[in-house]
């Protein structure tokens, strides 16, 4: 039954329950991770109803085209969160890295899961298994969307050719297998995982290699900023040290860059109340970059002074139960070290590599 906006089922006692409805897109990699929170939602509150609402996004339908050269990252987001406005769905989980870091308005991340490995990932054509970036031969092609991870290891394996690559995750590894083009292709560690592909993963590219994309690794739920039930429901979903982490992150590339398809990377670290970022930019080519890293202490402040508001927002992320002193460190670090990048000629580097990736 349907009262407004909500949905509503009556159950074998008769006692009616909200339903709650979650976006995702179709892509079995998205299935996937929509299914991991609906399940710990199931077991953190039994008596719920949840229905999963998939959708194919633009991002999902344009698939001749570069990532970078068709928009912003809400190609992923788009339909799903037009479904949120709507009332269609209640809540939609995404990879966190095809979240903007300027969220429309009325929406918020509700919760930031537990990161899984952020790094990026080195999946070789069967022919080449054995081998490594290292060995492969002179000129192999090497097949990624992003711009972040070819500015990176053109640098590092500049015997290496970088080509295009779009497509889900089993897309990719089709063309990767099937075809002979690629030699190898860059994925997210986390993606093959959560498919249950570890097997495929040759490689695992360290931050001395190749540094990871902001909120990369990690899950989002973003819900209606003002529909205070949902947001409490899920936010028990946060881990705080990952909320930290992509908080700074999100900060970092927002006063960067504003979200433009740049080559920015990052690295984070939380070790002993301290939370350290890496933040890097890079021409097109490697060839130009600046990296540097900067920390900060992240030890909450005394009780009468933590009580956080609950609808401060962190670059668009809602944590009322994480302490609201870190979540403010973790956001200055962002816009800290960015600050000190551009103070260096970030700005130049990223202009020319915009400018140039137009022009492609």
């Known amino acids: 039954m349907?009262?407004?906006?909500?949905?509503?089922?009556?159950?074998?006692?008769?006692?009616?329950?909200?339903v709650i409805r979650i976006g995702t897109r179709k892509s079995q990699l998205a299935r996937i991770q929509t299914d991991s929170v609906a399940e710990k939602l199931k077991k953190l509150y039994p008596d719920v109803h949840l229905e999963i609402v998939a959708m194919s996004t633009t991002g999902d339908k344009i698939l001749d085209t570069a990532l970078s050269k068709i928009g912003e990252k809400s190609l992923f987001t788009k339909e799903l969160e037009n479904a949120l406005e709507r009332n269609e769905v209640d809540l939609v989980v995404h990879s966190l890295k095809d979240l903007p870091?300027?969220?429309?308005?009325?929406?918020?991340?509700?919760?930031?899961?537990?990161?899984?490995?952020?790094?990026?990932?080195?999946?070789?054509?069967?022919?080449?298994?054995?081998?490594?970036?290292?060995?492969?031969?002179?000129?192999?092609i090497i097949g990624t969307s992003s711009l972040r991870r070819a500015a990176q290891l053109k640098k590092r394996f500049p015997h290496l050719e970088f080509k295009d690559i779009r497509g889900n995750l089993n897309t990719r590894l089709k063309k990767l297998d099937e075809k002979e083009e690629f030699s190898a292709i860059i994925l997210a560690a986390a993606g093959m995982t959560r498919m249950g592909w570890e097997n495929r993963i040759s490689q695992i590219l360290d931050p001395e290699n190749c540094m990871y994309a902001v909120g990369q690794g990690a899950l989002a739920v973003e819900v209606r900023a003002r529909d205070k039930d949902i947001l409490e429901m899920v936010s028990v979903l946060h881990h705080p040290d990952t909320v930290l982490r992509c908080i700074a992150?999100?900060?970092?590339?927002?006063?960067?860059?504003?979200?433009?398809?740049?080559?920015v990377a990052v690295h984070t670290e939380v070790k002993d109340s301290q939370l350290y970022l890496t933040?890097?930019?890079?021409?097109?080519?490697?060839?130009?970059?600046?990296?540097?890293?900067?920390?900060?202490?992240?030890?909450?402040?005394?009780?009468?002074?933590?009580?956080?508001d609950e609808g401060a927002q962190h670059v668009g992320v809602t944590a009322s139960n994480v302490p609201g002193a870190p979540q403010d460190a973790a956001e200055k670090l962002?816009?800290?070290?960015?600050?000190?990048?551009?103070s260096k000629g970030?700005?130049?580097?990223?202009?020319?590599?915009?400018?140039?990736?137009?022009?492609?």
């Open 334 to 342: 962002g816009v800290d070290l960015a600050q000190l990048l551009l």
């Open 2 to 18: 349907e009262d407004g906006p909500y949905k509503y089922i009556r159950d074998g006692d008769g006692k009616v329950n909200r």
């Open 249 to 263: 992150e999100r900060a970092f590339l927002r006063h960067l860059a504003r979200g433009c398809s740049v080559p």
């Open 101 to 140: 870091t300027m969220l429309p308005l009325g929406f918020t991340i509700g919760a930031v899961l537990e990161r899984e490995c952020p790094f990026d990932a080195v999946v070789l054509h069967p022919k080449n298994i054995g081998k490594s970036l290292d060995t492969l031969p002179e000129k192999s």
């Open 279 to 308: 933040g890097a930019v890079y021409s097109l080519d490697g060839s130009d970059s600046l990296k540097e890293t900067m920390q900060t202490s992240i030890l909450p402040g005394n009780q009468v002074e933590e009580r956080v």
């Open 346 to 360: 970030a700005k130049e580097i990223l202009t020319v590599a915009r400018q140039l990736n137009d022009a492609r």
